[in-house]
């Protein structure tokens, strides 16, 4: 905002849940994940570490999901605000 866009927010939108996001006790989460489009929507699973250390895991995912405080662990077929890492 300070160099004068006018969009603000990371793009993003809906992608349902292709496999289970187990949560932990941190109020926001930001799981990094893989998507691809399959049938007009986007289908999101998450990679297979979450950890800082494994940087395979940044190198397969394609973006991220976000996690906000009410929500539980996303279940299958769950919807999701996913953002991709390159627009």
Do not use: C, H
């Not at 004068?4 to 949560?23: K, L, N, Q």
């Amino acid at each position: 905002k300070m160099t004068g866009r006018a969009e603000t927010e990371p793009p993003g939108w809906s992608a349902t849940v292709e496999a289970p996001f187990p949560r932990k006790s941190r109020p926001w989460e930001f799981p990094r994940v893989y998507a691809e489009r399959r049938e007009r929507r986007w289908i999101v699973r998450p990679v297979d570490s979450q950890r800082s250390s494994d940087l395979r895991s940044m190198t397969d995912a394609t973006g991220y999901v976000v996690l906000p405080p009410s929500q539980g662990s996303p279940q299958v077929g769950e919807s999701v605000w996913y953002i991709p890492f390159i627009r």
